[in-house]
């Protein structure tokens, strides 16, 4: 299984970007589809999760600012990020959990939010 990010890249305080992040080389829906990020000089924190069937779970520093979904029949989740903040800077990472407690991770796609 291969996990494909785009649509990261430099925006302005306040501003919105939508990662994707499409999961190729399995007929099988994920049983889950998140977000992590790595901050520079962090450790890499679950930003947004969500199970097949089931309900989000968001970090606290994002909700209410991100919205995470996913499309079952194209093995694709989505990170809709508004209201960016500086501190949101990071390498995001797509992540996929098989139901067999495999897991898979894409490249990383930067983030960068300028103030």
């Known amino acids: 299984v291969q996990l494909v990010e785009s649509g990261g890249g430099l925006v302005q305080a306040g501003g919105a970007l939508r990662l994707s992040c499409a999961a190729s080389?399995?007929?099988?829906?994920?049983?889950?589809m998140g977000w992590y990020r790595q901050g520079p000089g962090k450790q890499r924190e679950l930003v947004a999760v969500?199970?097949?069937?089931?309900?989000?779970n968001y970090a606290d520093s994002v909700k209410g600012r991100f919205t995470i979904s996913r499309d079952n029949g194209k093995n694709t989740v989505y990170l809709q990020m508004n209201s960016l903040k500086p501190e949101d800077t990071a390498v995001y990472y797509c992540?996929?959990?098989?139901?067999?407690?495999?897991?898979?991770w894409g490249q990383g796609t930067q983030v960068t939010v300028s103030s």
């Open positions: 992540n996929a959990a098989g139901w067999s407690g495999e897991a898979y």
């Open positions: 080389g399995s007929t099988v829906t994920m049983y889950a």
């Open positions: 969500i199970p097949s069937g089931g309900r989000p």
